[in-house]
């Protein structure tokens, strides 16, 4: 088996049919096998695979176990010598999936691949992750953060910190040397935790701009209102508490406290002065802060 598509769903039906016609399309003669594991979806995303896509292997989970857990229950059964983790909010253009094929087999340290990825309107999508540093935070926090795509000015392939979990190829047996995801990650945080492992563990991570995959962004992240944020912080200070320790980690979880009380009281300033728009995100932001207890991490999420 040449690769292992694996896709984590909730309650993506529409998103999820369109990336699995894509992988059809894509496949190129590659030996694969395909397995979405549903999180406990209730819009007949279950249905419609046994329906239309026969060929999919399916692990039917009764509630949402989140983006790590539910990717090592296939990381656990998957036969390709390669692996792909893609969201079901995405679609695989041209023939990505044989040329990274193909450049594993040519690069035997590689341990992960990050691929291009697209916006929707064809404009190139920051798929290449840095570490969540405490510069990087305060950056974020001052309004001052980088919003040019770091894999923008790369057309040959380099060598990267992390890259995005949304198209993620792994070479299984770096997996079989560094360990699956780290399940205490529920949302955000787990790929960048597992390429900084990949590379600890002597295995190289790249960004090699070959292919296309558009990623249109939201999926099941839109269901989740202002409970992303607050999963994007846990993430965020579980990383630093992992790597750093629990000084880090309060330092972390401080400054995210400062970034969103911030962007609270600037969005209920805009509010008062009518500003279109405004309100909604006052009320974001007041629902978060109200919130934020529950953003430090747990020991596991069960």
Sequence with gaps: ?????????????DLLRDCLHSLRAGAAGLKIEIIVVD???SDGSLPMLAADFPEVAVIANAHNRGFAAANNQALAVARGRHLLLLNTDTLVVGDVLPRAVEWLDAHPRAGVLGPRV???DGTVQDSVKGW???????????GLRRRRPVNLGLQDAAPVPAVSGCAMFVRHAALHDVGPLDESFFFYGEETDWCRRFVRAGWGVHFVPLGEIVHFGGGAARRLDHRRDLFLTEGT????????GLAAGLAAYALLAVFNASRGALWAGLALARRPGAQARARHF???IADYGQAWPREKRT
Aim: net charge positive; aromatic share 8%; no cysteine.
């Design 237 to 244: 200070v579980r990383l630093h508490r992992k790597h750093g």
């Design 1 to 13: 088996m040449d690769l292992t598509v694996i896709l984590v769903n909730w309650n993506t039906r």
């Design 118 to 120: 697209l916006n929707a």
């Design 286 to 288: 007041a629902r978060v």
């Design 39 to 41: 999180n406990g979806s």
């Design 132 to 142: 969540p540093g405490f510069r990087y935070l305060a950056r974020q926090t001052l």
